[in-house]
């Protein structure tokens, strides 16, 4: 394979992803700010981060 691809498709990976965590960011934060939840029910890395909306 050609590098120009390999960097193609990692860069086309990295974009991706990027723009999948942001959405999945934003897809928490309206789920926590519609459902309150209590701190034992959230997943270990939210459960660290102090919530806005408590």
Known sequence: MDS???SLIMT???ISSNV???FHNYQVNMILH???TPYA???APY?????PYS
């Open 34 to 36: 519609l459902f309150p």
């Open 12 to 14: 086309v990976v990295a």
């Open 4 to 6: 120009w691809l390999i």
């Open 47 to 51: 459960s660290l981060l102090p919530t």
């Open 41 to 43: 029910l959230l997943p």
């Open 20 to 22: 999948y965590s942001v």
